[in-house]
C-alpha cells in the first residue's frame, strides 16, 4: 500500500481534538487533500503560511467562501460563526463591521492570517491539514484551540502529535497477529 | 475562394482555443463548472462581472451609439447624397451587422479584457489561486466559467444596446426631434434576423475577448511586473482575434 492509502486507511480512526503527526512527505498533503476533497468536498482545511484571503472580495465574503461554496452551512449557521470566530480572536464588537466590509489590501499580515484561521473556523472542516510553522505561530489563539478541538488535526512532519500510522486498525491488526 | 480563406482564419485562431484552459475543455469537467453557477458565491461573481462589463459600461455605449448613428447618417446623407430613409436603412444594416458587434467588442477589449488578465495575474501574483485550490474551490468554476458567462452575456446585450442607441441617433440627426414618421419607418428597416446577427456576434467577440484574457491572466508569471504586461497582452490578442473573427464572419456570410 502506499502511504497516501496508509493514512486513508488510519484517518476513521482518529479523533476529533486530538493532533496526529503525518510523514514529512512532500507530496503527501497534495495527494491526501485530493482524496480526501474528492469523498467529500470542503471536509478538510489546509493551513500553511503562504495562504491569503482573496484580494478582490470583502472580508465577510473571504471568511464564509468555502463553507458557502462546499454549502456547509446556512446563513444563520454562518453568521453565528463568524461573531464566534471573531470574538475568539478578541475583536471588539466597534470594529468588527468596519472590518468584515474592508478588502484584505489594507490589512497587516498578523490580522490577514488571524482571518485565514477564522476562515477554516467557519468552514468547521473535519480535518485540518496544517504545517508546523503554522503551528507555531497559531496554537496560543483560542481560536485555534477551538478550531482543534472540533477537528482532527494532522500535522505535516515536526515533533508534535502521535505518529499517525500508528493508530492504523491495519497496523494494529498487525501487531496482534504478531502476538 | 473565399471560405477557404475564412477557414484560414478560423483555423489560425484554432490554437487560442486549443492552449486554452484545456479543463475547459474536456466536456465533464465544462459541464461541472457550468452546474456550479448554481452554487451562491459562484453566481455572485458572475453577477459582479455583469455589472462591471455590463451594466457600468452602459451609459458609455449607448453614448457612443448615438453619436455613432448621427456620424453614419450625416455621412451618407451629406456626404453621399443618400435620402433619409435609405440613409437610415443602410445605418441599421451596417450597425446591426457590422458596427455594433465590433464597436462593442472593441470598448470591452480594452475596457474589460484588461481588467480581467490583470485581475487573474494578480491573483496568481498573490498566490491566491493557490489559496483557492488549497480551500478545494476548482478555478475553472469560480474564476473562469463565471467570467465567461458574465461576459458574453454582456457583449451581446451591449451591442444590442449600442445598434439601437445608434438607430436613435440616425433617427435624431436625421429628422430633428420630430421622429414620428421614422419610428413608423423602423418597423420596415428592422427585421429580426438583423437582431439575431447582432446578438450572436457580439456574444461570440465578448466569448473570445474574455477567453484569451483569462488565458493570458492566469498564464502570467508570478511576478508584479507581469500583471501590466498581461493586461497589455489581452488588449493586444483581443483586438487581433476579434478582428480575425469579424473578417471570418465577413467572408463566411
Redesign the interface.
Known sequence: MSQVEDVLTALPACVAGEVYRLPPEITLVDQLFVELSGEQPGCVALLALADSLLSNLRVWENLILPACYHRHAHTAQLESRVVDALQLLNIEESVRKPLLDSLPSGLDIQRKRELVLARAFIQAPHYVLVEPLWLDWASDLPLWQALAAQSVVLIVGGNEGRPLLDVSPLRDQEMQDQT | MSSDCARLCLIQLLPYFIFLMPDLLRRPAFLSALADLR????R?VLLKQIYFTGVEALLMMLIVGFVLGGIVVSQLHDQYGQSREASLRLLASLTFSELSPLFTALILVARSSSAVAS?LA??KV???L???A????PLAS?LIVPRLVGMTISAAALALYLALAALLGGVVLSSGWDITYQVVLLDRIMQPSMLIVCVCKGALFGFIAVVLACWVGLSAQPYVTEIPKASSRAVMRGLLAVFLLDFGWSLLA
Open positions: 452554487r451562491w458565491p459562484v455572485r485581475e494578480a491573483m498573490h498566490g491566491e493557490s489559496s483557492l488549497r480551500m478545494g474551490i469560480y
